[in-house]
């Protein structure tokens, strides 16, 4: 199995255990006299194998993150590189519109506010980290497609 496919089948793994959880509430209690819909049993089954074949991915997908490389990296730095430069990105584009945003005075003798950093600056900053981060997604899912999970 490809490492992409353990990934989508634990987004899937995920899903259904969410939709159990939510089939299993519904028929937790029953008015007096009725049956359930569905047999709470037969999905208390589902979800405990369910959750038990996510335990297997979390932990097989974890370590092919940190035995596989790709560009020098293992997957498991690339996506932690990967999730810090989106928290960078997020901060210097806040920092931007800030330092672009004009401060409107409504006499000449108030006080003129001016930015300490050229938003320009902050701008081109923040399109080298995400164009950084592109290029580690497209590392990542490549690698993704082309290695088989380490069981």
Do not use: C, F
């Not at 990934?7 to 089939?23: W, Y």
């Not at 519109?97 to 081109?124: C, F, H, W, Y």
């Amino acid at each position: 199995m490809k490492l992409a496919e353990a990934l989508q089948e634990r987004a899937d793994l995920n899903r259904s255990i969410m939709d159990l959880r939510s089939r299993l509430e519904q028929v937790m209690l029953v008015q007096e006299g009725m049956k359930p819909v569905e047999d709470p049993k037969t999905l208390m089954k589902s979800l405990d194998e369910s959750i038990d074949r996510l335990e297997y991915l979390m932990a097989a997908i974890n370590h092919s993150n940190d035995v596989t490389e790709a560009g020098g990296m293992t997957l498991t730095q690339i996506i932690a590189r990967k999730d810090a430069l989106k928290l960078k990105l997020a901060a210097y584009k806040d920092l931007a519109g800030e330092a672009g945003s004009n401060t409107s005075r409504a006499r000449g003798t108030e006080i003129r506010v001016l930015p300490t950093i050229k938003a320009a600056d902050l701008q081109k900053e923040a399109d080298r980290i995400a164009k950084e981060i592109r290029q580690l997604d497209n590392l990542l899912q490549e690698t993704n497609w082309t290695k088989e999970l380490v069981e």
